[in-house]
């Protein structure tokens, strides 16, 4: 929890704002190799589902930082058994995209 002093029309307030991390609303983790995110960014698409079959090399999330579109590729080929990111998130850097198994 953090606490912050607000000034709106010249009326102060006091406000207790509390962090929300992406580990709080992401799915459960499935089994096999995690997909991270290698930058902080804003998830622009999520390529893939639970149950998907992909290939190593596919895109299976777009991520931008710093006014940029970056395709997030599967390390190898599987099935994803767990997407943990929606687009329009916000995502930490090493932050989990999705498993692939």
Known sequence: MRKYNV??????????V????????A?????????TAPMP????AVNVTVGQHVEAGTAVVV????????????????TV?????SKGASVAG???LCTIA
């Open 7 to 16: 000034n709106v029309n010249g009326t102060a307030y006091e406000v207790t």
């Open 18 to 25: 509390e962090e929300v991390t992406g580990a709080a609303a």
């Open 27 to 35: 799915a459960p983790a499935g089994a096999g190799t995690e997909v």
């Open 41 to 44: 960014g804003n998830v622009l």
């Open 63 to 78: 991520l931008e930082a710093m006014k940029m579109e970056n395709e997030i590729p599967a390390p190898i080929s599987g």
């Open 81 to 85: 058994t767990s997407v943990a990111v």
């Open 94 to 96: 090493g932050a989990v």
